[in-house]
């Protein structure tokens, strides 16, 4: 009987320690991670399947193995009909009537969701600007929202899809962004369940660069409303000038909060737990003209937007198979040489032939980013756009092997829950504080390797910022006695 109540007791006495030192953290912090902790935690490998695009890779050469879910991106928002605007040319009206049955037809267990809103280049996406005109009128109002949440689950029924995404980029002001939280809020009273509803968001939780101060996604819907946040943790370049070369989507930035680690750890720190949060890997590069061929670093001086490329179309931005195909053919003809270079200290890569450069996220990148997105507990990734691929697919390949041996530890999410206490800058760990770019070759064995180093010496660096942190949170609560 004594040893029943000793053993009984046990438990008891280790919730109150573990209460009290909860307790010193914030409130905010405890309750995510309560409610992280009841999240399910079915992982998420997603890709976005840009119907503009379906010239560089038609749906039935996909390999719908690779991914958990697979997005249409995009229908619009019917500028004056309250309804999504349905593509009027017979191919793409095809494509879109037949996406789901044919990504289903080669792997049945994928989940099909349609974008709404999205416009613009694959590159150019990311990026905050205006707001989208059709979609803020329409989220203003309770009926017109009625209406179009009515006719978008119409259409994504119609068409064989399990869920709807908000592609709303982005909105703009305090106000809408209220919209946007009862937006979904109404969208999920509306559909069962079942029925998937995501958002595919800014990169950080707070919008830069917005006309007006304050624009902040409404955290609280976001976590109760939607089933995820797809993160678009790109296109983050917008802060610095075009006359020089940079990353477009570092996991880590020393200088600025325009990383990708900066954006994860923004949603996290604003309440939404890290099994709601699927984070974005570019599949274009950035590219420019280079003043001078002899500097090519990052950050050298630029004179324009890179070369147009026959399958993307557009300057200043190629897919990730015609950056493959520019190293290799540049390596080939020998005369002109490739550099080909990975930065460890910003987890980013670029290509530089010729007077061309392009920042681009290479296998090396990706498998440190979905380290990185392991180590938070996130939900999972998604790949923007999977058409961009080569004809491998050697991404989509690599990205789901990673994910699935990364596989989500218990230890991990305890050490980040102490380190996403800090601003991203701090996140950096001690062994990345090399900022020369070093030269390596984008093989898979080097990636592994320094990716492992990293993860022990991330998690060395974490636990000291979490001991830290609880000193100093403990010597806060002094003070203010
Ligand atoms: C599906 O695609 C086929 C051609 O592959 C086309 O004939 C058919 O009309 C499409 N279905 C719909 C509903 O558009
Ligand atoms: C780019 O332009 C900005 C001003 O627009 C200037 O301050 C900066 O020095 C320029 N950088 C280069 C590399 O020319
Ligand atoms: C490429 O884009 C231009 C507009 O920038 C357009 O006129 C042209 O038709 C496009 N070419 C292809 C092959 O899509
Ligand atoms: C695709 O894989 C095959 C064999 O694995 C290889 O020979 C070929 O070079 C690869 N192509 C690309 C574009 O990576
Ligand atoms: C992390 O937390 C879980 C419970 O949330 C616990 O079971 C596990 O032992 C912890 N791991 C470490 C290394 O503290
Ligand atoms: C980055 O590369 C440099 C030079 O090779 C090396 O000294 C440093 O340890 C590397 N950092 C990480 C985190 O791998």
């Not at 573990?18 to 307790?23: D, E, F, I, N, R």
């Not at 789901?100 to 809103?117: E, F, I, M, Y």
Request: charge should be positive; aromatic fraction near 10%; charged fraction near 15%.
């Amino acid at each position: 009987m004594a040893a029943n109540n000793g053993l009984f007791l046990l438990p008891l006495i280790l919730s109150t320690i573990a209460a009290l030192t909860l307790s010193a953290s914030s409130s905010a912090a405890t309750a995510a991670a309560t409610r992280r902790s009841q999240e399910p935690r079915e992982s998420v490998r997603a890709g976005y399947y840009l119907a503009a695009d379906a010239h560089l890779r038609p749906l039935a050469a996909l390999d719908a193995s690779l991914y958990t879910h697979l997005y249409y991106y995009a229908v619009a928002v019917h500028p004056s009909r309250r309804a999504p605007l349905l593509p009027a040319d017979p191919a793409a009206a095809s494509l879109l009537a037949n996406f789901s049955r044919t990504v289903k037809s080669r792997n049945a267990a994928v989940r099909t969701v349609l974008s709404v809103g999205g416009g613009g280049s694959a590159a150019s996406a990311a990026t905050a600007g205006s707001s989208d005109p059709a979609f803020a009128a329409m989220a203003a109002d309770p009926s017109s929202r009625a209406a179009f949440i009515g006719a978008a689950v119409a259409v994504a029924r119609e068409n064989g899809f399990d869920g709807l995404d908000v592609a709303w980029r982005f909105p703009a002001s305090a106000v809408e962004m209220a919209e946007f939280g009862f937006l979904v809020a109404e969208w999920r009273a509306a559909v069962p369940p079942e029925f998937l509803l995501t958002a595919t968001v800014y990169f950080s939780n707070h919008v830069f660069d917005a006309p007006s101060p304050g624009v902040d996604y409404p955290s609280d819907s976001v976590a109760r409303c939607l089933d995820w946040v797809n993160v678009m943790a790109f296109g983050l370049r917008a802060g610095a000038a075009g006359n020089s070369t940079a990353y477009d989507a570092p996991l880590y930035d020393r200088a600025t909060h325009y990383s990708a680690s900066y954006g994860v750890v923004s949603w996290l720190d604003a309440g939404v737990p890290a099994g709601k949060v699927v984070m974005g890997i570019p599949m274009y590069g950035r590219s420019w003209f280079l003043r001078n061929k002899g500097n090519s670093g990052v950050g050298a001086p630029a004179v324009a937007a890179g070369p147009k490329q026959r399958g993307t179309n557009a300057t200043g931005a190629m897919s990730y198979a015609e950056v493959q195909w520019l190293a290799a053919t540049a390596a080939a003809s020998r005369s002109r040489g490739a550099i080909t270079a990975y930065d460890n200290a910003s987890v980013a890569s670029y290509v530089a032939v010729g007077d061309v450069w392009v920042a681009f996220d290479g296998v090396a990148v990706v498998a440190e980013k979905l380290a990185f997105a392991a180590r938070c507990g996130l939900r999972g990734y998604f790949l923007w756009p999977v058409n961009y691929d080569d004809a491998n697919l050697t991404v989509s390949r690599r990205a789901s092997q990673v994910w699935t041996e990364n596989k989500i530890s218990p230890e991990f999410r305890n050490v980040t829950g102490g380190a996403r206490q800090m601003q991203a800058p701090v996140l950096l760990p001690p062994a990345v504080q090399s900022p020369a770019p070093t030269a390596l070759p984008m093989s898979s064995s080097a990636s592994r390797l320094s990716c492992r180093t990293l993860d022990v010496r991330l998690q060395l660096g974490a636990l000291l910022l979490f001991v830290w942190y609880q000193i100093y949170e403990n010597c806060k609560v002094v003070q203010d006695w």
